[in-house]
């Protein structure tokens, strides 16, 4: 498919809220791959492949640079070597596709329109002024810590909650190795990454699109442009194409691989970075063909949490962009103004960026 012009709008915004040690996966080589001018593996042309295996030993100061690299060049990477488990993976799609294949009426017992709730199912709409439908029926619900929210998820299917629980707490697991690597290469100190660790947060949904006729692609959307407003997002996809990423003015298609993550920056790393790392606009399509499903991890700090730079990030090559802020501000900010992308941190710059 050829690239298409960016197009925005403010369908999905995400909400804050108040182990053990499992097989690596997809350690077998990717092929369709190209290296960059930073020695990066880059997939199809979109996206670098990270091997986050690489952490734990003697390639660490080398695997710090690729993420610095990725999160600064891309704005976003392949995660391959993550730590869950292919059986895990494979569960948790699993238990997304029966959710969204029991009857309607069963899973409407979960449909909120407030955005505030722990937990509620969320469905497609028609947006009259652009005369287009977003396509796409969500299950939102926190997750961490788990025994604060899980007696709130639904029972049917059965094993839901063990099998969602159990992906949750893995995806968490590697979200904070993912952290403490991306925060040590952009230079912060200790004291600084841990402000940022402490208490935060784990919002996630099971996505589901279904197919449209041929006739409606043309005005069907399954999500429209838009960053997400969080620090990193973690995207399982199943195996059919739909996500697009917004490379040098047009969207480009990133196909999947299998057993890896897809890992967003988001608008907050965008603050905290001092503008160093750009949030990922991106969207995703749907087909006549198949369904498709994903299920995201979104990383966010805790709602007291000062959002602005640390000063260690801050010199003369790097003059200050965003002025401190909290979570909560940055998150209220957010709806009132309801847009789609990074542009949500104007309200907190002190300089041009």
């Known amino acids: 498919m050829a690239p298409t012009k960016a197009v925005v709008a403010d369908d999905h915004l995400a909400l804050p809220a108040g182990g053990k040690n499992t097989p690596l996966t997809n350690t077998i080589p990717i092929s369709n791959v190209q290296t960059d001018i930073y020695g990066l593996e880059i997939w199809e042309g979109t996206l670098p492949i990270i091997d986050l295996g690489g952490i734990h030993g003697p390639r660490r100061s080398d695997t710090?640079?690729?993420?610095?690299?990725?999160?600064?060049?891309?704005?976003?990477?392949?995660?391959k070597n993550h730590g869950i488990s292919e059986r895990l993976l494979n569960d948790i799609m699993s238990k997304a596709r029966e959710?969204?294949?029991?009857p309607e009426e069963e899973r409407m017992k979960l449909y909120s329109p407030d955005p505030t709730s722990l937990i509620r199912l969320a469905t497609g709409f028609k947006d009259d002024n652009q005369?287009?439908?977003?396509?796409?029926?969500?299950?939102?619900?926190?997750?961490?810590?788990?025994e604060n929210y899980e007696n709130l998820w639904p029972t049917n299917p059965p094993s839901y909650r063990e099998v969602v629980s159990e992906y949750c707490v893995a995806a968490k697991r590697a979200e904070i190795t993912l952290l403490e690597a991306v925060f040590e290469g952009l230079g912060m100190e200790r004291k600084s990454i841990d402000q940022i660790l402490d208490n935060h947060g784990q919002y996630a949904s099971?996505?589901?699109?279904?197919?449209?006729d041929k006739s409606n692609l043309g005005l069907t959307f399954g999500l429209r442009g838009h960053t997400d407003p969080t620090?990193?997002?973690?995207?399982?996809?199943?195996?059919?194409?739909?996500?697009?990423?917004?490379?040098?003015?047009d969207w480009v298609p990133v196909k999947p691989i299998p057993n890896t993550l897809i890992v967003h920056v988001g608008d907050v790393?965008?603050?905290?970075?001092?503008c160093r790392y750009k949030s990922l606009l991106h969207r995703v399509i749907v087909n006549s063909e198949k369904e498709r499903l994903s299920i995201a991890s979104y990383c966010y700090p805790s709602n007291d949490t000062q959002m602005g730079p640390p000063k260690e990030l801050i010199d003369d090559d790097h003059p200050l962009i965003y002025k401190d802020y909290t979570y909560e501000e940055f998150y209220t900010t957010m709806w009132k103004q309801r847009l789609p992308d990074a542009s949500r941190l104007d309200s907190f710059k002190v300089s041009a960026a």
């Open 64 to 79: 710090i640079k690729q993420l610095g690299h990725a999160c600064q060049h891309y704005g976003g990477f392949m995660l």
């Open 99 to 102: 959710f969204f294949h029991l």
């Open 131 to 146: 005369n287009v439908f977003v396509s796409r029926e969500s299950l939102k619900f926190h997750c961490h810590p788990i």
């Open 206 to 212: 099971l996505n589901y699109y279904p197919t449209c």
């Open 231 to 249: 620090i990193l997002t973690m995207l399982l996809p199943d195996e059919v194409p739909g996500l697009e990423i917004l490379q040098d003015g």
């Open 269 to 274: 790393l965008q603050g905290l970075s001092n």
